[in-house]
Nanobody
């Protein structure tokens, strides 16, 4: 599976962005997917995950109520709708996928096998 993240950009605090992650291959619908992010000088951290059907989602506490993860298996695409953005959301956002996360897995980068190249989100104050 190859993943391609897009949709990043520069936005003012309080604004919104929608990230997309396009996947190649015919097995996308069997993979659990997630978004991670990495701010300058910091470790890559979990943001949100979604199971293979889109029926279950999990979020990092600091983004609950502001971010929504979703997927469209017919389009082989996952999304991250980000609202009420804050300067501390500034980071490179990565999408990731793994067959072993089809139902759920720990919110850890070690659980995910496939990674996109990242898309930069910059939130100005």
């Amino acid at each position: 599976v190859q993943l391609q993240a897009s949709g990043g950009g520069l936005v003012q605090a309080g604004g919104s962005l929608r990230l997309s992650c396009a996947a190649s291959g015919r097995t996308f619908s069997t993979y659990g997917m997630a978004w991670f992010r990495q701010a300058p000088g910091k470790e890559r951290e979990f943001v949100a995950q979604i199971d293979s059907t889109g029926g279950r989602t999990y979020y990092k506490d600091s983004v609950k109520g502001r971010f929504t993860i979703s997927r469209d298996n017919a389009k082989n695409t996952m999304y991250l709708q980000m609202n009420s953005l804050k300067p501390e959301d500034t980071a490179v956002y990565y999408c990731a996928g793994s067959l072993r996360c089809a139902y759920y897995c720990n919110p850890s980068r070690e659980e995910y096998i496939y990674w996109g190249q990242g898309t930069l989100v910059t939130v100005s104050s």
